[in-house]
T-cell receptor
Framework: KQEVTQIPAALSVPEGENLVLNCSFT??????LQWFRQDPGKGLTSLLLIQSSQREQTSGRLNASLDKSSGRSTLYIAASQPGDSATYLC??????????FGQGTTLQVKP | EPEVTQTPSHQVTQMGQEVILRCVPI?????FYWYRQILGQKVEFLVSFYNNEISEKSEIFDDQFSVERPDGSNFTLKIRSTKLEDSAMYFC???????????FGQGTRLTVV
């Protein structure tokens, strides 16, 4: 059974710092990996999708990497801003489109 | 920009009542999903729907739950007889194929009292 784990559970950094969020999964037979952002009480906003054949994806200050064989992904946020404060969720996608989520990393960026 | 819309944003219901949560997926999408997130817990898959039938469901999705695409635009989740433990945020998602990027709605917060 696929399990997704995210470390750390919470992170607090000063503005401007670069940071890395980690995601690991137990079954490497995934099709895609997707990173989401969730603001308190709100929906899920897709940030990046990495296909299983890809190693990384970039969007603005965000860079996500995928090492399928070791069951790991990282989300790198450059030059963090207070507006980046949110919970970041990692989800792996099966061949049917089902997403299995980690519990998230709650990020606070202090001005 | 196309988006998935869900209504209502918040629903309070009494235990034992039936509720219907509504979703309008992105118009050209063919695959539809429901997920739920109990407060403080992971987002969990409930069901996927394609070509007017359930393609996959989790063990959470028991006989109390049903899904329907009553017309060309809506996708609904019905809970027949709500329990306290059904209180959660329910998210609808859609995609144009599977597997691929899924787009989520803003969620419906269901509170069962």
């Amino acid at each position: 059974k696929q399990e997704v784990t995210q470390i750390p559970a919470a992170l607090s950094v000063p503005e401007g710092e670069n940071l890395v969020l980690n995601c690991s999964f137990t079954d490497s037979a995934i099709y895609n990996l997707q990173w989401f952002r969730q603001d308190p009480g709100k929906g899920l906003t897709s940030l990046l999708l990495i296909q299983s054949s890809q190693r990384e994806q970039t969007s603005g200050r965000l860079n996500a990497s995928l090492d399928k064989s070791s069951g790991r992904s990282t989300l790198y946020i450059a030059a963090s801003q207070p507006g980046d404060s949110a919970t970041y969720l990692c989800a792996v996608e099966s061949n049917t489109g089902k997403l299995i989520f980690g519990q998230g990393t709650t990020l606070q960026v202090k001005p | 920009e196309p988006e998935v819309t869900q209504t209502p944003s918040h629903q309070v219901t009494q235990m034992g009542q039936e509720v219907i949560l509504r979703c309008v997926p992105i118009s050209n999408h063919l695959y539809f999903y429901w997920y739920r997130q109990i407060l403080g817990q992971k987002v969990e898959f409930l069901v996927s729907f394609y070509n007017n039938e359930i393609s996959e469901k989790s063990e959470i999705f028991d006989d109390q739950f049903s899904v329907e695409r009553p017309d060309g635009s809506n996708f609904t989740l019905k809970i027949r007889s709500t329990k306290l433990e059904d209180s959660a945020m329910y998210f609808c998602a859609s995609s144009d194929e599977a597997p691929t990027e899924a787009f989520f709605g803003q969620g419906t917060r269901l509170t069962v009292v």
